[in-house]
């Protein structure tokens, strides 16, 4: 019997962005609810939702002021426990948003640690004295979200650490009385239904010992001393006996910057940590070094990427497939072609990734080719990274305010931030009121309603997609064998176990794409499955057209 954790097609929800039951201009719990039924149709089998703790909001529920209650906007406890229960009824499993790097500097935790440092909470967080007199931060570490990681607090006379936003202290790992609390806390969700967890920033929980100066780079000063830190394997360990075992709970670590290797070291299943990790070296495509420092897409570094982590964490790892979520922009507008070939780009974007070994995570909105929202002004940006990189490159580097505008337009996590599309109707069904942030302006374009009874439409592919990856086991448990990977272009590879194999071909260009098959395979035995095209036989010698994806499937005998 294969492990549910294999068979789960997860679905991502903004919850600020899904859907404004109330009409004041912000997503909640309610407006989750009332599209089960959509989520139901669309067939995925879980739900992960972005953070809906009490917060103040600095960076949009990632600064967390209370992890065990409901932030007003959402809804209440209640609500939040009819979703459970719906969703159950529905045969989804809920996994919540956990963020244990940090909390808000407004948490009960942090107020007493600044005010009474000699208190059982005073060293929750990494405080420490500054250099030359206390004048400068204790290190050169920086955030990243830009500026430097310290904030100097003159209630304590002392600095704090924030890898993020200001508002966001790190919590102090090393002390065992806060991993208790963080155990207690999580408990506490897994008793009202909860069914997994999405870990933030996980790799980054533990800190080498005296937080030395760091090598300094144009971002991230200081990161050897805290990614994968020293203690983070004991840590992670102990969260998974002392509270996921026994829940069986679905677990993905977000990850930052992590190799294969590294990665492994997380997911392999004899290590009893997480079931799987979100990397992103296939999410710097299109960047240098830093993301915002944009370079053009090419595809082979992508299918060049895409494969390795294929390749290096079988048999013992598991990937998670994504090409979007809350902090990315939107996939079609980077890696596809929103002009001539949208919907097949769109529809070639869900095959090649969907059809490889590992979970499918699906971004609300990416299942209808939601773009990036192509804002003119600043002001209709809302997300503190954002901002706080404008003022960098305006105010440090000097680039033109047209050349910020253009990174942000292409980067901004805003992109992925709109309210979800479901109709042609003012602010797109979202709401009956001016929503948080601006609706993308092609909304009657490109919506659920205009997809729903479209068969051909990209909406319809995503439920084809999901619905084979339900009930096709090669697609689950089968192995990943690449061809022609030296190809620019061309995907090619199969899924195979010994009853089955699934092969897709496809075409990531703008240009057409002659190959002949590896003779290892014998096309006489392949029947279509799945095309983003006109369906065609399978022949030794083919040509794709632009964005053009096939798909197969053999029975064995």
């Known amino acids: 019997m294969i492990d549910w954790k294999k068979k789960a097609v997860i679905y991502q929800i903004y919850p600020k962005s899904y859907l404004d039951s109330n009409n004041d201009g912000i997503g909640d719990i309610e407006g989750i609810i009332r599209k089960i039924p959509y989520l139901k149709e669309l067939g995925i089998n879980t739900v992960w939702l972005s953070p809906i703790y009490q917060s103040p909001m600095a960076d949009n529920g990632y600064d967390i002021s209370d992890y065990t209650k409901i932030h007003p906007m959402f809804g209440s406890l209640n609500s939040f426990k009819k979703l459970v229960d719906d969703l159950h009824h529905n045969d989804i499993k809920l996994m919540m948003d956990l963020v244990l790097n940090h909390t808000s500097d407004e948490h009960p935790w942090f107020i007493e640690s600044r005010t009474n440092p000699q208190g059982p909470k005073g060293d929750f967080y990494i405080w420490r004295k500054g250099r030359k007199n206390n004048k400068k931060p204790p290190n050169n570490w920086t955030s990243f979200f830009t500026g430097k990681a310290w904030s100097y607090d003159s209630t304590r006379d002392e600095y704090y650490l924030h890898l993020f936003g200001s508002k966001q202290p790190d919590l102090n790992w090393d002390n065992v009385k806060v991993r208790e609390e963080l155990h207690k806390m999580i408990h506490y969700w897994v008793t009202l239904g909860v069914d997994g967890f999405r870990l933030d920033v996980i790799n980054l929980i533990s800190k080498c010992d005296g937080l030395p100066k760091g090598k300094k780079r144009i971002a991230l000063t200081g990161k050897e001393h805290y990614m994968n830190g020293p203690r983070v394997h004991e840590y992670i360990k102990n969260l998974y006996h ?5 829940a069986n709970a679905i677990t993905v670590g977000e990850t930052v910057f992590v190799t294969p290797e590294e990665a492994l070291a997380y997911c392999n299943i004899e290590r009893e940590e997480l ?29 060049k990427i895409l494969y390795r982590w294929q390749k290096e964490l079988y048999p013992k790892g598991w990937n998670a497939l994504y090409f979007e979520n809350h ?6 507008s980077r890696f596809g072609n929103t002009k001539q070939y949208y919907e097949k780009s769109a529809k070639l974007l869900a095959t090649i990734l969907y059809f490889q070994r590992g979970t499918p995570y699906i971004y609300q909105g990416q299942e209808i080719g939601m773009l990036n929202a192509q804002f003119e002004n600043l002001d209709q940006y809302r997300d503190v990274e954002t901002l706080n990189v404008y003022k960098l490159g305006r105010e440090t580097l000097h680039f033109t305010h047209q050349r910020m505008m253009k990174k942000i337009k292409y980067m901004s996590r805003d992109n992925a931030r709109t309210p979800m599309q479901w109709s042609p109707h003012q602010y797109a069904g979202f709401s009956k009121t001016a929503p948080w942030i601006e609706v993308n302006s092609n909304y009657k374009d490109i919506n659920v309603k205009a997809q729903e009874n479209d068969s051909n439409s990209i909406l319809s592919y995503y439920k084809k997609i999901i619905n084979l990856r339900k009930t096709n086991v090669a697609l689950i448990e089968g192995d990943f064998i690449p061809y022609l990977t030296r190809h620019k272009s061309l995907y090619l590879y199969t899924r195979n176990t010994d009853k089955c194999s699934v092969l897709v071909v496809a075409n990531h260009s703008v240009k057409d794409i002659k190959f002949s098959l590896p003779k290892t395979l014998d096309y006489n035995l392949y029947r279509p499955l799945l095309a983003n095209d006109d369906v065609r036989e399978l022949t030794q010698k083919m040509t794709l057209k632009p964005y053009e994806a096939q798909v197969y499937i053999a029975k064995k005998r």
């Open 327 to 332: 902090d990315q922009p939107r996939s079609v």
């Open 242 to 246: 002392n509270v996921f075992k026994e």
């Open 275 to 303: 079931d799987m990790v979100f990397q992103f070296e296939h999410m710097n495509v299109d960047s240098f070094n830093n993301k915002w420092f944009i370079m053009p897409f090419r595809p082979k570094k992508l299918k």
